[in-house]
């Protein structure tokens, strides 16, 4: 059972995710360096004390906010890939995720782009965050493109991350549903350019 935490019976659990979902909305919508504890705290409707029993201090509150970021693409990639049996149709069905996100209201650009953006030094705790979630998706793409062919799998698994940059960088300026079809299209291309290899025959190791 979780223990209580606030004066109103909030239990730690509780008080956790509102800190967390609030954090989330406003360092998604506003950014990260121009929101302080105080104005979580606030909207929360948590005692500081209940915020750092949580995290230690508002770094740590960024990292639990960027690995719920993670965790969530992560579900929905694994979704969309279980969709299809054929690569081409599971990375098209990842490139859907991305749209769908683009289209989505309230959004506001990539997550990780945003905070590498305001955490550029490569040494810091977010921008490693950063790096780990995008070196992990780049992994997943090039997995994809490998098993249509493997040896242009990198470049372009490096290609469609590109794509996807973009696309989520132009979907919070323009017309998102125009973005997409471009962003589609583009992925659509890459994927024609890349020849279907031949079975490797039985005798072969």
């Avoid at 919508?29 to 929101?35: F, K, Y």
């Avoid at 782009?113 to 550029?120: K, P, Q, T, V």
Wanted: glycine share 6%.
């Amino acid at each position: 059972m979780s223990r209580s935490t606030e004066g109103g019976g909030t239990s730690t659990s509780e008080a956790r995710a509102r800190l967390l979902n609030t954090a989330t909305r406003i360092f998604y919508t506003e950014g990260i360096h121009s929101v302080g504890i105080d104005r979580i705290v606030a909207e929360a409707q948590v005692t500081r004390a209940t915020l750092y029993r949580h995290f230690a201090g508002k770094e740590e509150l960024v990292l639990a906010y960027l690995s719920q970021a993670d965790q969530a693409i992560r579900a929905q990639v694994a979704t969309a890939i279980a969709s299809s049996q054929s690569p081409p149709d599971q990375l098209r069905a990842v490139a859907k995720t991305i749209t769908d996100g683009i289209q989505s209201p309230g959004f506001r650009g990539c997550a990780f782009l945003n905070a590498a953006a305001e955490y550029f030094d490569p040494a810091h705790p977010i921008h490693q965050a950063v790096i780990t979630h995008r070196q992990w998706f780049l992994n997943t793409l090039t997995d994809l493109l490998a098993q249509t062919n493997d040896t242009s799998a990198e470049a372009a698994g490096r290609h469609l991350v590109m794509l996807r940059d973009g696309a989520m960088a132009a979907g919070c300026l323009f017309d998102p549903q125009l973005i997409s079809e471009t962003f589609l299209n583009g992925v659509e291309g890459l994927l024609n350019t890349l020849p279907t290899q031949s079975p490797k025959s039985a005798d072969q190791d």
